[in-house]
């Protein structure tokens, strides 16, 4: 790339992205180093040759790479995939390698993502270097987000030794205990319902990427990445939510009130009896629970996900209704979310949205009042949640209702508003005619 390209304002831009990531994962990693744990760095590589931890995760990367190649090096690139995972499984089957924990699968898609990487570098020029780059990146830049997301829970568990369950526990009362009636009602489902539940909350990335393929399904064709896409805000939620995490750490009523908290526990109630009304206040815990409720990210990326897929067909649009419902179940049902932070997932979700459309069609006064709206209501919430429980317990049909009202206004603020910025169809009547064509003699 010439000096004259490297001016260029998006160039600039991109260029100055990829240093602060880069210094945001080695930052990471010299964290978790200090914690005696390897980072997001050295987890990434030792998938280059061993388990990977998240086999499909890999696969979906590198789904979201061959977005810009042709149907042809598609099915090249799968195959080659396939085939080193086989390669791979062959030689692990009678060394009987000591990895417990991982997917058997996958090592191959994160190879051909690095080799499309070197591919773009010696063999592309150009806008077609760009391109395939950007490819790259995109698989890369999601299969790192899972390692970075895991080194940041393991700082949060390190970094904050107390918790506000307690003050979000309390608060919950004003929702009648959610957590408490789902978990009841996903334990009389048996294993069943339990398992299904399970598949969905652990593989959302993937069905994010599903989403995403719709909607860049003519990026090989017309060699250009939409402007916004679900990617994009699934990326800065996984970006921002840890940082609310270290503000307002909590872990959980089935840690803080359940079985796994052992020792840590309040009480052990959770999910048979409401938990006790007292003066809420902090409480020390363990050292490697992450302290990663409020608000849910699963909620926020299932919200992010539902609104992506309503612009697709019908499969897309029951597939997202259908990932948001039971994500909100499995939050819920399995006791790692109390309602209160759903809420504050929802809100989350939406204000980012509406922040990255902003950005990429330029903002406006109605998307600049949206941010602030969402962001001040976030923030109210986790105010209310931490000054207000008391109350909130103690007049539920108040604070109630305000929860799902300040939720809803959000919602509304944000279907308005998108509303205002889609494209409106110019009727037929009012067209242009088009101009005559000279008639050839």
Not at 279 to 294: E, H, I, K, L
């Given at each position: 790339?010439?000096?004259?390209?490297?001016?260029?304002?998006?160039?600039?831009?991109?260029?100055?992205?990829?240093?602060?990531?880069?210094?945001?994962?080695?930052?990471?990693?010299?964290?978790?180093?200090?914690?005696?744990?390897?980072?997001?760095?050295?987890?990434?590589?030792?998938?280059v040759?061993?388990?990977?931890?998240?086999?499909?995760?890999?696969?979906?990367?590198?789904?979201?790479?061959?977005?810009?190649?042709?149907?042809?090096?598609?099915?090249?690139?799968?195959?080659?995939?396939?085939?080193?995972?086989?390669?791979?499984?062959?030689?692990?089957?009678?060394?009987?390698?000591?990895?417990?924990?991982?997917?058997?699968?996958?090592?191959?898609?994160?190879?051909?993502?690095?080799?499309?990487?070197?591919?773009?570098?010696?063999?592309?020029?150009?806008?077609?270097?760009?391109?395939?780059?950007?490819?790259?990146?995109?698989?890369?830049?999601?299969?790192?987000?899972?390692?970075?997301?895991?080194?940041?829970?393991?700082?949060?568990?390190?970094?904050?030794?107390?918790?506000?369950?307690?003050?979000?526990?309390?608060?919950?009362?004003?929702?009648?205990?959610?957590?408490?009636?789902?978990?009841?009602?996903?334990?009389?489902?048996?294993?069943?319902?339990?398992?299904?539940?399970?598949?969905?909350?652990?593989?959302?990335?993937?069905?994010?990427?599903?989403?995403?393929?719709?909607?860049?399904?003519?990026?090989?064709?017309e060699?250009?990445?939409?402007?916004?896409?679900?990617?994009?805000?699934?990326?800065?939620?996984?970006?921002?939510?840890?940082?609310?995490?270290?503000?307002?750490?909590?872990?959980?009523?089935?840690?803080?009130?359940?079985?796994?908290?052992?020792?840590?526990?309040?009480?052990?109630?959770?999910?048979?009896?409401?938990?006790?009304?007292?003066?809420?206040?902090?409480?020390?815990?363990?050292?490697?629970?992450?302290?990663?409720c409020?608000?849910?990210?699963?909620?926020?990326?299932?919200?992010?996900?539902?609104?992506?897929?309503?612009?697709g067909?019908?499969?897309?649009?029951?597939?997202?209704t259908?990932?948001?419902?039971?994500?909100?179940?499995?939050?819920?049902?399995f006791?790692?979310?109390?309602?209160?932070?759903l809420?504050?997932?929802?809100?989350?979700?939406?204000?980012?949205?509406?922040?990255?459309?902003?950005?990429?069609?330029?903002?406006?006064?109605?998307?600049?009042?949206?941010?602030?709206?969402?962001?001040?209501?976030f923030?109210?919430?986790?105010?209310?949640?931490?000054?207000?429980?008391?109350?909130?317990?103690?007049?539920?049909?108040?604070?109630?209702?305000l929860?799902?009202?300040?939720?809803?206004?959000?919602?509304?603020?944000?279907?308005?508003?998108?509303?205002?910025?889609?494209?409106?169809?110019?009727?037929a009547?009012?067209?242009?005619?088009?101009?005559?064509?000279?008639?050839?003699?």
């Amino acid at each position: 790339m010439s000096f004259a390209a490297w001016r260029q304002p998006r160039a600039i831009v991109w260029a100055a992205a990829g240093v602060v990531a880069l210094g945001f994962l080695i930052a990471l990693e010299i964290a978790a180093r200090h914690y005696g744990q390897p980072g997001p760095i050295t987890n990434q590589a030792r998938e280059v040759i061993f388990l990977p931890k998240s086999g499909p995760l890999l696969y979906a990367g590198m789904a979201l790479m061959m977005v810009v190649l042709s149907w042809r090096e598609r099915f090249i690139a799968a195959g080659v995939a396939i085939g080193i995972d086989a390669v791979f499984l062959v030689v692990r089957w009678p060394v009987d390698a000591p990895e417990t924990h991982g997917h058997p699968f996958g090592n191959g898609a994160l190879w051909v993502l690095l080799g499309y990487g070197v591919i773009a570098v010696t063999r592309r020029t150009g806008k077609e270097r760009a391109l395939l780059l950007k490819g790259v990146a995109l698989g890369l830049l999601l299969v790192a987000g899972r390692k970075t997301g895991d080194t940041w829970l393991l700082i949060t568990a390190k970094t904050r030794p107390a918790v506000l369950d307690q003050y979000v526990a309390t608060a919950d009362q004003a929702l009648g205990n959610p957590s408490w009636l789902v978990g009841r009602i996903v334990e009389a489902t048996g294993s069943v319902g339990e398992h299904v539940l399970e598949y969905v909350y652990i593989q959302l990335a993937v069905a994010a990427v599903v989403i995403a393929l719709y909607q860049m399904r003519h990026v090989a064709a017309e060699r250009a990445f939409p402007r916004h896409h679900l990617v994009r805000t699934f990326l800065v939620i996984g970006l921002l939510g840890p940082g609310i995490y270290m503000i307002f750490p909590v872990v959980g009523p089935i840690f803080a009130y359940g079985v796994n908290g052992g020792q840590f526990a309040v009480t052990d109630v959770w999910p048979d009896t409401p938990p006790p009304i007292d003066v809420p206040q902090g409480m020390s815990f363990n050292d490697f629970t992450p302290r990663n409720c409020m608000p849910s990210l699963h909620t926020a990326w299932a919200t992010a996900i539902f609104i992506h897929s309503r612009q697709g067909p019908r499969i897309l649009r029951f597939a997202g209704t259908f990932w948001l419902i039971t994500t909100l179940g499995a939050t819920l049902g399995f006791g790692y979310h109390y309602g209160v932070d759903l809420i504050a997932g929802v809100v989350f979700t939406l204000t980012i949205e509406a922040a990255m459309r902003s950005q990429a069609w330029g903002w406006d006064r109605s998307g600049i009042q949206l941010v602030a709206y969402g962001t001040t209501v976030f923030a109210a919430l986790l105010l209310s949640y931490r000054y207000l429980p008391l109350e909130m317990s103690r007049h539920p049909w108040v604070f109630g209702p305000l929860l799902i009202l300040a939720m809803s206004s959000v919602i509304l603020g944000y279907v308005r508003t998108t509303k205002q910025w889609e494209p409106k169809a110019v009727p037929a009547a009012l067209q242009p005619e088009p101009e005559p064509q000279p008639q050839l003699a």
